[in-house]
């Protein structure tokens, strides 16, 4: 067991913990990164700079830190500096987790991103009924139902789920 795992259930014990959460934010390792961003979404609020260091993190090189960060916006997304634009960015990443991942903030915030019509259309396109998992399907498909009039190519969309269920 590492010491900053302790993060996650003793914060408030834990003297200085939001410098210590920073501090293991940008840590060389990705491991430690990624269980850091834990803590963060359980603690966002008491993270002084908790918004800007999910930005940072957006960009990280570990793909693993990356949709943990997808995590923490899904929870925190209206504390968040340029979340739809990061959302926007990530869904590029082509990580099939991480497309999970993203499609479900989709899901729960699509009034709130500008593009998000379009990018269910690109999701869709490449990733929609028949193309993965099911879990996803389904979710591309509530989106459909839920946004329908906000989706380009919407009825087009829904013929093709049709023809493939």
């Keep these: 067991m590492y010491p900053y795992t302790l993060l996650f259930s003793e ?3 834990i003297p200085g913990a939001p410098k210590l959460v920073e501090k293991y934010s940008f840590d060389r390792d990705d491991d430690i990164r990624a269980e850091v961003l834990k803590v963060m979404g359980k603690h966002f609020d008491k993270i002084p700079n908790a918004g800007e260091i999910i930005e940072k993190l957006s960009s990280d090189k570990d793909s693993h ?6 995590d923490v916006r899904d ?17 590029r990443d082509q990580d099939l987790d991480g497309i999970n991942s993203v499609t479900k903030i989709i899901k729960h915030h699509f009034d709130k991103i500008p593009n998000a019509g379009k990018i269910f259309t690109e999701l869709y396109e490449s990733y929609g009924y028949g193309k993965t998992d099911e ?16 989706i380009p ?3 087009e969309i829904f013929t093709r789920c049709i023809k493939h269920s």
């Design 11 to 13: 914060f408030d014990n």
């Design 65 to 70: 830190v990356r949709y943990r960060v997808v």
């Design 75 to 91: 929870k925190h997304f209206d504390k968040i500096p340029n979340v739809a634009e990061i959302i926007e960015n990530l869904f």
């Design 135 to 150: 879990t996803m399907s389904m979710v591309l498909i509530e989106i459909l139902r839920d946004h329908f009039n906000k």
């Design 153 to 155: 190519k919407a009825p």
